[in-house]
């Protein structure tokens, strides 16, 4: 099992930046995928960006070259750092890993980006 718990999430003005964290239980570089999602209120939840063992890194049409994904494996950590934040990426962001033939799931940290 895997256990995810994100950290970062809240309030930011249009075009300010925050950094979320997800630190994971096991060691991060022995898991498939980690990944990023979101979920907006009444819409389904999306893929933001994700990065597999290797480090290749995929991301949505809508946040690429605005959000980057990263990690640190020393600390079992991945990050997203959101630049140039739009109020349609406001929604709540679950951490992902793809570890054996099961997906985990972070609880979620809200981002709220409103003037």
């Known amino acids: 099992q895997v256990q995810l718990v994100e950290s970062g999430g809240g309030l930011v003005q249009p075009g300010g930046s925050l950094r979320l964290s997800c630190t994971t239980s096991?060691?991060?570089?022995?898991?498939?995928?980690m990944g990023w999602y979101r979920q907006a209120p009444g819409k389904q939840r999306e893929l933001v960006a994700d990065?597999?063992?290797?480090?290749?890194?995929n991301y949505a049409d809508s946040v690429k070259g605005r959000f980057t994904i990263s990690r640190d494996n020393a600390k079992n950590t991945v990050y997203l750092q959101m630049n140039s934040l739009k109020p349609e990426d406001t929604a709540v962001y679950y951490c992902?890993?793809?570890?054996?033939?099961?997906?985990?799931w972070g609880r979620g940290t809200q981002v709220t980006v409103s003037s």
């Open positions: 992902n890993a793809q570890y054996g033939l099961s997906d985990y």
């Open positions: 096991r060691s991060i570089d022995r898991i498939y995928v």
């Open positions: 990065m597999l063992y290797g480090g290749s890194t």
